[in-house]
DNA sequence: GATGAATGAGACTTCATTCAT
DNA sequence: TATGAATGAAGTCTCATTCAT
């Protein structure tokens, strides 16, 4: 977990690379489920290999390293984790029938937690390494603020201009919006691994954040 | 990590030794260090004691396996980390001078500000762990709950019966606070490790929360 | 070496693996020379790697524990030491030309001096182990009485209908048997370890069991 | 236990030495029961010191090195264990009352094996580390000839230039005879640990040697 | 005489990685 | 592509022993 950039590049080479095998598949499927239960640096390639059925230097022959592994599990998933649905919902925004900032930020809890749910455990392997790791930290931190902090910049900016939210100082409040859906979604899905999330609580979030944020 | 309950035992074995020598002492402070920047799992015993200037075995000693060095770590500031606070507060409020859950708050963000930035190594081998570490989480989480939902509750209580945070169904606004609260401690003291929160961030906070508690 | 019942287990276990490679052989025959000299306790995987010209890992990737290593010397030959000379004799017993005890003895004497010579230095490790270490012996102890005493009994009690050994109460008998049995090969193959038995001590041997037998 | 010729010297010091403190015949006490239990190789000094609610230190203090701790259990015991026994017998013999080799022999299993019941410990201390270490066991042989071997030929010579035990090759037959007397009594005391020896038995053993030496 | 903190060598074991097949 | 034997560095931990108090 030392050069830097690499993120890009492994991103580049992801997508040139051949489709995977029956046994690569098997390999990420059963490192998905191990980091999450146990992290990335609790749990052993021979572990992998033996969960996965497959000999431990097939691991090696696909993803070079421990470490290289563990980032062809992240990486194809950061693309989806904001861009798309960003995209996605910017589309909606701009062309359709979201009319109210309540009204996308509860299609935005609602996508994301369907989506969340559907990829609960490479969800917890992306935090857990996030936090623990600062090597990757540094690595993802200039993604992250690129794909997530800037587009939601601007989907505030359009409501603003839109007349919604007016007079709040943009900064200081997405600041508490992102504190509050970072803890959201990390007890959640992270630390409360069986809790289910209801509609009802979901409303309880953006009236807490709506309200917020108007105050 | 294996045995269960021991938590309590740890506790009363604490405070039944010897006070520490210097190695101790310099054992200690360096495993917080290492522990805050890599993490436990990626922090060697013998890393520990070349910084700590001290032997290996000297670790081992004093105690016994890594593990319950970490242990040795967190323990004593569990104890700080919520009751000592709430205790103190708690007697502000009934005593004293705190007569709103605006000042409560504020209070209670200020005073926990301080104490984690006293203690930002540790609160972030905690934090660190408490996610990262199965075993761990499943020791702390009763202890968790006791400690702090409980005299959380009594406090939020004590204000809807003054009067204050009427008509809220309590256990699901407490949910949001308490989501509020984590992402607010974790993002400042374990993810943004430079940041310097201000003082018109804490009011920017206590009213965020406010507004989404009374709406 | 904590785990009980193991040996069984053990047993299937190694009729089901697949045949050692060169250099586990080698490891294997180290480890014997190592701990038949100086004991299991007394001898270390590092020396044993080093003997073998072996990496001290692959001595864990074959063996898992230097317990395990203990065990996979001393299993294979359990199951030859008794039983399979028992089957022999009896079968040449029953079947063909040993009429008398005295013969029996003979042969049971010669062949298993001429076994234990080809097989001395396995025979020290059981026999060390099994006086020294406790776990060990109540593992075997069970092993031992069921493939030993009882095919012995059945061997004594045919002599007995034959009429030979008539009048002797079998069990306080057998029991001064085993003592003399147990301290012949004990003293010479593990206390003496250059002592060369000759014809005329067998000779010695069988007169002096078969006077007190039939005393 | 590298030094040769240590026992001749030790017995000297320890003859010389001061009477033991309280502390040192806890520590004593407290390593034959280790030692017997599993073994000198298995039995750490720590352990030693905790069980017999001493400082290490103070081992070390008293006894230099652990091999010392080991002899200091050993040799004052060597010099009852046959020697003693031996003159008294002698003496009784010569001047008693001991008139056939059976009476001798009879007196001699009742007499050592309630020397053994009382110093069971020791003696499986004895046994398992003369077995276990070829150290000890190069040490203890010369010593072991002298005292043992030798004083039981005079014995053996004594009752055969009175008629008894006649025309029987001596060398070849008290193989027999150590060799019995030797599975008797590590069988009894040493890997059956339990075991009760009765009356009957003795004389089923007695009689068994003295037919096996007739014969 | 007794303590117990401290040591550092060495024990067993784990691990990511390599490479011949 | 896949294997699995082999590696050796590094990990946690144990141990007999020393020494200042």
Do not use: C
Not at 131 to 143: A, C, D, G, K, S
Not at 171 to 179: A, D, G, H, W, Y
Request: no cysteine; net charge negative.
């Amino acid at each position: 977990m030392t050069k830097s950039k690499l993120l890009e590049g492994l991103m580049q080479e992801m997508a040139n690379s051949k489709k995977q095998t029956v046994k690569q598949q098997k390999i990420i499927q059963t490192a998905i489920e191990l980091f999450a239960e146990k992290g990335y640096a609790n749990t052993s390639t021979a572990e992998i290999a033996k969960q996965a059925e497959v000999a431990e230097g097939t691991i090696f022959k696909h993803y070079g390293t421990k470490d290289r592994l563990l980032l062809s599990i992240i990486v194809p998933y950061l693309k989806e984790i904001f861009p798309s649905m960003a995209d996605e919902v910017i589309g909606e925004i701009m062309g359709r029938n979201i009319a109210t900032f309540d009204e996308f930020l509860k299609g935005f809890f609602t996508n994301r937690i369907q989506f969340f749910n559907e990829n609960k455990e490479i969800f917890q392997v992306l935090v857990k390494e996030f936090i623990y790791n600062q090597e990757l930290r540094n690595e993802l931190f200039p993604y992250f603020s690129e794909n997530v902090l800037l587009r939601f910049g601007k989907i505030f900016d359009h409501f603003q201009e839109r007349g919604e939210l007016e007079n709040i100082p943009r900064e200081r409040v997405m600041k508490m919006l992102f504190t509050f859906i970072g803890g959201f979604f990390v007890s959640r899905f992270v630390i409360l691994t069986d809790y289910t999330i209801t509609e009802e609580e979901i409303d309880d979030a953006v009236r807490f954040v709506m309200n917020g944020l108007r105050g």
